[in-house]
């Protein structure tokens, strides 16, 4: 547990759903193992949805692969721990981490498509879950199995807000349009009961219409069965929609970890004010946006110091020579910047 969370009150005596802490992953590129993920660091409570940010490449997905143990093969985790529901998740036999994995997380990716079998009803591919995970059955009181799992699978694509599940459920993904399969998909993630869903860009391929709309169905998800989500997005706008807490990465690290009003109203980190930039504003009814110069720095060539100094503003003579520290600045806030040394507590 960080300093920052130890010190966040009555939250911290709960054991979070997931505990991320010094997560180091290395990927085998060219022949050689190279750092992709940085002794990453993050925690989620039950009932929160946390923010993950950050441009393209900045290591948010290799985070979620790592939670689901889904890494490429070209991958190892090189340190760290992951803990789901307070259990360590790495180090574990294949069989037991499937076992904890099937029970506790459920991933949404972007491409809807890719989830579906497209010879497969809806509702076969959902009372499938049932046949795998028969204990989810166990409310089936008299009628017979097959029923009951049919019943709930429209019951679940009822739950995503899909019109009409009574016939939805007997069509086939192609039958459906980009939006609608994205709710099957969130629907299957939530007949398992996970402990913790994690969506990644899940609304990145969808118009902005159909998009305002799964965001919102989310939001519902989090009253209706307190969704915990950890909710991947190079997107700020979504973040303030969404989120409690925002961990804001970049090239492997974690830069800025904070609650969201705050980070929106103060943010600290140099990358964290230039992704804010980033969300587009209307001034004088133009709308008005400023991408961040640059480009993230390749893995296999990253600049000494700290990673953003070739891109940052407000870099000075330190920064290309020292990696910056993790720094909790006030409860809760943690930032990784020269700027801040001297004011703040070393993690
Ligand atoms: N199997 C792999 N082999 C080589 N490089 C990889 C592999 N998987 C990821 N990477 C690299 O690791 C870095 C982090 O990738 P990751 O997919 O986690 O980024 P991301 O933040 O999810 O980006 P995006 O917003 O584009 O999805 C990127 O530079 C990416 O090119
Ligand atoms: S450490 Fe230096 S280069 Fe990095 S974000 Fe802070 S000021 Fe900018
Ligand atoms: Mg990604």
Known sequence: MTSATRRSGAAATAVPVLEISD????????????QALDRVGLTIQRGEVLGLVGESGSGKSLTALSIAG???????????????????VLGKSEQALNRLRARSVALVFQNPTSYLNPVLTVGAQIAEIFELNPELLEAAGGRTRRREAWRQSIEALRLVRIPDPERVVERYPFELSGGMQQRVVIAMALVRQPDLVIADEITT?????????????????????????LLITHDMGIVAQLADRVVVMY???????SDVRTLFKSPRHPYSKALLETVPTIDGGRTVFRPIRGAMPALTDPPAGCRFHPRC???????????????ALDPGRVVACHLYEGGAVSE
Do not use: H, Y
Not at 23 to 34: M, P, Y
Not at 213 to 221: D, F, G, K, R, V
Not at 251 to 257: K, N
């Open 23 to 34: 997560l180091s992953v290395e990927l085998s590129i060219g022949g050689r193992w190279i």
């Open 205 to 229: 391929a969808l118009d902005v219409t159909v998009q305002a709309q799964i965001l919102s169905l989310l939001a519902e998800l989090r009253r209706t069965v307190r969704l915990t989500l």
């Open 70 to 88: 889904l890494l490429p093969g070209n991958a190892r985790v090189a340190g760290g721990s992951i803990r789901l529901n307070g259990e360590e």
């Open 251 to 257: 090239s492997g690290s974690v830069v800025e970890s």
């Open 313 to 327: 503003p407000d870099a000075f003579d330190q920064c290309s020579r020292r990696k910056p520290e993790r720094l």
